[in-house]
């Protein structure tokens, strides 16, 4: 059966190559038959006499000196005993008819005129016989030369040519072959037979099957009725568990599982299953060491020293290496294929509550990032690769989770959440609790948990630790090896390694090596920093059966009730109970202030985490208390064994523990960092095509390899050298190593990066969206000046403090939530900046249970505060109740913005003047505020404090506005500017005012000083516009857009301006995508309302959001591109974070974006040339002519100039200034093809030009290699031409120069001459291939066998021989030393391939010749490209 299958594989014996279109040798440059040449250089046989005084004069042997005898081999020595006999070709001289002995070597080379190669050995041994006198010179060839040939019976003087030996060939029934088809044999037959035991076991398995869905529902238990604590269990399994279909019978499979759930199997262990799987995994290792056998075997390191010495023969060996090598390629790419699934195929699938092992299968839904950029051709192949995936599950993720046991209760952890097996669902479920959803059913958990309760949570819930697994490095070093770029690779250095190619082998595995060690390094040195942030613990004070105790707070569950402390970090999501804190958020949200967290308050009051209005009262996990309300507690705590209460007082700050482990934000973020999304870029999107196509075009070169090379097992290999060039194994590293340098540029720009794909995406940004407050101006408002109003009458704006009333000076020292800590303010910059502007003080202390803060005048009058709503997004306003200590009066104060306010207020105390007078101070860039009181007179304060909201801030009466000033930082406008300049529209998104921002955007560059800025708002339900200026009405919005477009500069610009209600409303009418490019302003949006502005924008073009990491971070984290200008950890807050608050750091990171995709194109297109010049170039043009070029040229191309150059591209550096336009993001595009063709067909029209060249030549013609005479497996014999010699300086100088045409950095990287790596390596290289092409034979040149010769026939031509030893040459002529005149023309063209392949890349490409080619198909076919206003 082998013994069929491999002479499929390659025939039996050795063909022999020759150029298909030409005979070598056949006519001379002037059309004349070529004379038949000589060949010098060969050595004389061994020539065998009677005796030694028969010997030739020139070999007679020479007197032994005293002490040595002349031994049978011609050589004195002084014992003969152990001296072979080279004339008895290790027979026994009993089998000879007479007795001989060899004369001496001779050491001279012979020429042979008129060299035939038919008849070699013949002519070899009539030379000899001529040089040494044995035949007259006058003799011609085939007349007698009175020397036999080599025979046992033979008496005469005779040649030491032993008779060839039997070739030995391969039975195919060897022991060993018998012993694989046994293996083989056993092997299919247990997998079949396992198979079928499988099957039976799991016929019923389809129904064992269960759906886990991962929203939650929410399910009320009796027991929470009756404990009144409104706790819910949020089952996230969805509704019950259903059974899926039995297959046959429309079984729902994995690839049909609907969004969000996933898909549980139970498996078992099987004795049977266990045998087969280490099997499974030693076959796996078999097959490698299979390969390795044959290979060793090639080199006679396997039985006794000999080549073949187990498969017998050249051609046994390379049909039996062939054959396995394609069994081991298919064999270890099923195992890579279904790696995820094989252990447990060798499993029994079960019920669930049987299972020791749980398989998990979700679909893993890609994202692609700029869809719609791709063109025709990617969306086919798209189609096609999707509908692969679908049919073979190959989106299907699947994990397996060890199921584990607590007591009766059976759970799995997957992705770091646990789910708890339900016997009544019969699935396993992931549980979270909801302990109420108003402030006063939480409140109502104050008392804690019981330690039954407690551990029943803690095993629904599991501990609230969340841990990370980091392997080992070799471990790492494995599952990176383990995939199919390194399986393509380790088959190429397998082939490589087995014909010889041993040395560019090592070269390329030592360079493979290297770069997984750097990646597994840099990958686990990442996720230990992700097992630091993640793996956090401590110890904390709890409430446990009514007393307070010392607990890990990895044993905290839902319901719980932490004491807090200063310092501490809190390890939870919870809300506040008692007691205030100040708490640093930086971590999680950006925000650089700390912020105060209030307790609950003993009301109705709707409680969502998520929501904004709720979030003062909620602690994260991740965070840290800066300062709580009682940080000391005196004695130390009691133990939970003990239970003895504790004798301090109750602690004065206390949490609810709301979620835990992966439910809380914090966990969310390590689940995402651990098990992110899967993003695909336009760029990724078009690989697939590229490798496609980059492997039909091996393909090509492999049938051509074949046919040209002789149709054999031999040119199999040499076929497999080409589909290895052009698809080069470096191929998908040149697509990140861009992103990997512009990542460490950023980085040290202190803009740092955790999402590497997302750069190529800043390279792509066409729209920038910038918060307003803290990002384009500085984050702290400046107190400008009050404004008060009386009787609906605005007075003078005051900057003096004391001046106003005491009415509205205790409103400005009490509405506001800015409180001390170590005598500095913290709190909200407004809140702060208007509290310092007041002179008042916060007294620690509080004069009476009901105050919240005490506040002190200058003067001393006093103040408390009893009551106060935190400010709401949603409300746009704040309020406090404060009491007059000097009169007992009870004033209501709500401050907020002006629009809000005037809304709350009395309509008899709004000025009529009211939106003219907010209107122009928000004109002038003001931070408007309005202020309103309402004075309850003497009350109880205990009533006041149980007041709802509403209730108190119904009444008041406007008394105020407070004016602050937002500052622009002071480089926005140049950040703007050059944003513009660089093709990018500048839009921005606040929470502002619309006038404020439209000032903000004037004075920044956003909008033009001469624009018009017209502002829709709604009135009477619908969207009016209004010129800002003027405040006239514009009643067709579509109309006035279209004026200005067609009259173009003429007229001023018009900006448009929106609310988000008005944006709400456009929405809804479906005007939206309409107007939104045309909208520079969006004013008043909240933070749900800026992601839907994100995204609207984001279907438009790439888009980049800017903010400082506040209310921001959904806006950041949805956008293609979103960075915080936050010294917060850059993983938490968007993909990048800026240490640096400028705005220029977008103008940095675009440019960077820029520059890493242009270089990553750059390094791709090196690549595909590479590939194009390798396999067309000089695979084919070398196969043609049957030749191979040396082999040190080999590995200086593969093992230094290719990787080294590469790295070069890369370290361009990033251009000055953003481009007006962006680098091409397409690797099959018009621009990248132009670039890649036209480099191939001005390299290959050079290439075979120089040919042409040398085949003109009168020195060449006559003197063409013949491989006629050569075995084409032996291709290092290959390369000693003139032929080969041409290929190799041309392809050298095009491979070299290649990497110089892909460093222009055209728009996004600086000029040619600054990457000053590849101008040094660009520079030597040349220069190196410059002296081996044109210099005389020496010792450099010759280890490239390039213009050198054997020593002899080097000292003929008339040069000093080199004293470098190589290995005589495999030609006629002895040496491949090409003229002078010729060396320097043929240097010249070179020269010139450089200078038009740098001026069409330069000129054509990238320069004038491009651009226009570019406008006139935009001209005549349109721009696909969106347009809009800067």
């Given amino acids: 059966m082998l013994r069929y299958l491999v002479l499929v594989t390659g025939l039996a014996s050795v063909a022999y190559g020759f150029p298909a279109f030409n005979t070598p040798n056949s006519v001379d440059v002037e059309g004349n038959t070529c004379p038949v040449m000589d060949r010098s250089g060969l050595m004389c046989p061994v020539l065998c006499v009677r005796d030694f005084s028969s010997c030739p004069d020139l070999i007679q042997p020479s007197e032994c000196p005293a002490g040595e005898q002349l031994c049978d081999d011609g050589a004195c020595y002084d014992n003969c005993d152990d001296v072979e006999n080279p004339c008895l070709c290790g027979m026994p001289a009993s089998d000879f008819d007479a007795t001989y002995k060899a004369c001496p070597s001779y050491s001279t080379s012979v020429t042979v005129k008129q060299y035939d190669p038919s008849t070699k050995q013949e002519q070899i041994e009539f030379a000899c016989a001529q040089t040494w006198g044995l035949v007259s010179n006058n003799a011609t060839f085939g007349s007698d030369t009175s020397v036999a040939l080599w025979a046992t019976n033979e008496t005469r003087t005779m040649w030491g040519e032993c008779p060839v030996a039997d070739e030995p060939q391969l039975s195919f029934t060897e022991t060993f072959c018998l012993a694989f088809y046994g293996i083989i044999g056993a092997e299919v037959l247990l997998y079949l037979l396992w198979h079928v035991y499988k099957s039976i076991r799991e016929r019923h398995a389809a129904k064992m099957r269960r759906i886990c869905s991962q929203l939650p529902k929410t399910q009320v238990s009796p027991s929470v009725a009756n404990n009144k604590q409104y706790e819910k269990d949020v089952v996230q399994s969805g509704p019950s568990s259903i059974d899926i279909p039995m297959i046959g019978e429309g079984a729902l499979s994995a690839s049909q599982l609907p969004a969000g759930s996933m898909l549980l199997r139970g498996y078992k262990n099987d004795i049977s299953g266990i045998f087969m799987y280490y099997l499974t995994l030693l076959s796996t290792a078999a097959w490698i060491g299979l390969l390795m056998i044959i290979v060793l075997d090639y080199y006679g390191k396997v039985k006794g020293g000999v080549a073949y010495g187990l498969l017998a023969n050249s051609n046994d060996s390379m049909s039996v290496f062939i054959f396995v090598w394609h069994l081991a390629a298919i064999w270890l790419i099923a195992m890579l294929a279904c790696k995820r699934r094989l252990r447990n195929y060798f499993r029994i699938e079960c019920s669930l509550p049987q299972a020791r092992v749980v398989q998990v299968e979700e679909r893993q839904e890609e994202v692609i990032m700029t869809e719609g950029s791709q063109n025709r051709l990617t969306q086919l192949v798209t189609k096609a690769y999707n509908a692969v995936v679908l ?158 105790v010392d607990l890990d707070t990895a044993d905290l569950v839902p319901g719980d009730v932490v004491a807090v402390e200063a310092n501490m970090e809190v390890m939870c999501d919870g809300c506040i109970l008692r007691g205030e804190a100040v708490v640093d958020e930086s971590s999680l949200t950006g925000e650089a202030m700390p912020v105060r967290k209030l307790p609950l308050k003993n009301e109705a009051i709707a409680y969502d985490p998520q929501n904004s209005a709720s979030k003062a009262y909620s602690v994260y996990a991740g965070t840290r208390v800066l300062q709580c309300t009682g940080s000391s507690y005196g004695s130390a705590p009691t133990s939970l064994d003990t239970m003895v209460p504790v004798d301090s007082a109750e602690p004065q700050t206390q949490i609810l523990v709301l979620r835990t482990r992966t439910a809380t934000d914090k966990g969310k973020l390590i689940q995402r960092i651990l098990f992110p999304i899967q993003y695909s870029f336009v760029l990724d999107e078009q690989l697939r095509v590229s490798i496609l196509a980059l492997l039909a075009y091996g393909g090509v070169g492999f049938g051509l390899s074949i046919w040209l090379m002789g149709h054999d097992a031999t040119s199999w290999f040499y076929g497999l050298f080409v589909i290895s060039q052009a698809l080069p194994p470096l191929l998908p590293a040149a697509l990140v190593i861009g992103q990997s340098v512009a990542a460490d540029r950023l980085r040290r720009q202190q803009i740092f990066c955790i999402d590497l794909p997302r750069i190529n995406l800043c390279g792509k940004v066409r729209l920038m969206l910038f918060d307003k407050t803290g990002t384009l101006t500085h984050s702290g408002m400046q107190f400008y000046s009050v404004q008060e109003i009386a009787d609906t009458t605005f007075g003078n704006a005051e900057q003096n403090i004391e001046e106003l009333s005491d009415q509205i000076q205790i409103g400005l020292a009490s509405c506001h939530a800015a409180t001390e800590i170590d005598q500095q303010l913290i709190g909200n910059p407004v809140d702060v900046e208007q509290f310092q502007a007041t002179g008042w003080r916060i007294e620690n202390s509080r004069e009476d249970a009901h105050s919240l803060d005490t506040l002190v005048a200058p003067d001393h009058r006093t103040v408390h505060v009893v009551k106060r709503f935190e400010f709401e997004h949603a409300r746009q306003s704040m309020s406090v109740a404060v009491q007059d200590a000097a009169t007992g009066h009870v004033h209501v104060f709500v401050k907020g913005s002006f629009e809000r306010i005037k809304k709350m207020a009395r309509v008899d105390s709004v000025p009529a003047d009211y939106d003219a007078v907010t209107a122009a101070w928000a004109k002038q860039g003001c931070y408007v505020l309005a202020l309103a009181h309402r004075d309850l007179g003497e009350m109880d304060l205990g009533s006041v404090s149980r007041m709802p909201r509403a209730q108190l801030e119904s009444g008041c009466s406007l008394v105020s506005l407070l004016l602050f000033r937002n500052t622009l930082k002071e480089d926005t406008p140049q950040a703007i500017a050059e944003l513009r300049g660089g093709d990018t529209r500048s839009v921005m998104v606040t929470g502002d005012t619309a006038l404020t921002a439209a000032y903000i955007a004037r004075e920044c560059g956003m909008v033009d000083t001469a624009s018009r800025v017209v502002l829709g708002t709604i009135e009477d339900d619908a969207v009016v516009w209004r010129d800002t200026a003027t405040d006239a009405i514009v009643d067709d919005i579509n109309a006035e857009i279209r004026a200005v477009s067609a009259q173009g500069s003429q007229v001023p610009q018009v900006e448009l301006a929106v609310t988000e209600a008005a944006f709400d409303w456009l929405i809804k009418s479906g005007q939206i995508r309409h107007l939104l490019l045309h909208i520079r302003i969006f004013a008043r949006m909240t933070p749900q309302g800026k992601i839907t502005c994100v995204n609207l924008h984001m279907e438009r073009a790439v888009t980049a959001m800017c903010g400082d990491g506040g209310n921001d971070t959904g806006a950041l984290r949805a956008a293609h591109v979103g960075i915080a200008l936050s010294e917060a950890e850059a993983s938490i807050v968007s993909p990048f974070s800026s240490a640096n608050p400028s705005v220029m750091s977008c103008v940095t990171l675009l440019r960077e974006g820029r520059a890493g995709l242009a270089t990553t194109l750059a390094a791709y297109k090196f690549l595909v040339n590479y590939a194009v010049v390798m396999a067309l170039l000089l695979e084919i043009t070398q196969f043609y002519f049957s030749v191979i070029v040396p082999e040190a040229v080999w590995i200086m191309v593969d093992g230094f100039t290719t990787s080294i150059m590469l790295l070069s591209i890369t370290q361009a550096r990033t251009a000055k200034k953003l481009a007006p336009s962006r680098p091409t993001g397409q690797l099959i595009g018009a621009h990248t093809l132009a670039s890649i063709w036209g480099q191939a067909a001005i390299n290959i029209a050079f290439l075979y030009g120089s040919i042409g060249l040398l085949f003109a030549q009168s020195w060449f013609r006559c003197n063409e290699f013949d491989s006629s005479d050569i075995d084409t497996s032996l291709w290092w014999l290959l390369g000693d031409n003139y032929e080969a010699e041409v290929i190799s300086i041309v392809c050298l100088f095009q491979f070299i120069n290649a990497a110089g045409v892909y460093n222009f950095g055209y728009r996004y990287r600086r000029a040619w001459a600054t990457n000053y790596l590849l101008v040094l390596m660009y520079s030597t290289f040349l220069a190196v291939v410059s002296a081996i092409a044109l210099a005389d034979p020496n010792r450099f040149g010759c280890v490239f066998r390039i213009n050198c010769g054997n020593t002899q026939t080097v000292r003929d031509l008339g040069y000093s021989a080199s004293t470098v030893h190589i290995s005589e040459y495999n030609n006629p002529l002895g040496h491949n030393v090409m003229p002078r005149h010729f060396r320097w023309t043929l240097w010249a063209m070179c020269v010139v391939n450089i200078i038009v392949c740098l001026a069409y890349e330069k000129l054509v490409v990238l320069g004038p010749v491009g651009r226009r080619v570019k406008a006139w198909w935009v001209a005549k076919h349109g721009d696909s490209k969106i347009q809009f206003k800067l």
């Fill in 391 to 548: 049919k073979f599950g190959l989106n299907i993720v699947a994990e397996s989770c060890a199921t584990q046991h607590i007591g009766a209760n059976q759970f799995i952890e997957y992705r770091c959440t646990r789910y708890v097996f339900i016997e009544k669902a019969g699935s396993f479920e992931c549980h979270a609790f909801v302990l109420g959803e108003t402030h006063r059913a939480l409140l109502d958990c104050h008392g804690g948990l019981t330690s039954a309760e407690a551990e029943a949570r803690l095993t629904r819930v599991g501990e609230n630790f969340i841990r990370v697994y980091v392997p080992s490095f070799p471990v790492g070093l494995l599952q990176e090896l383990f995939s199919y770029t390194y399986l393509y690779q380790m088959m190429c250095l397998f082939v490589w390694f087995y014909f010889n190619y041993f040395k560019l082998a090592l070269v390329q595995l030592c360079v493979i090596l290297i770069s997984a060690f750097i990646k597994v390094f840099i990958r686990l040195r990442s996720e230990r920093r992700v097992k630091m942030l993640a793996e956090r613990r401590n110890q904390c004070r709890v409430r446990r059966n009514g007393v307070w």
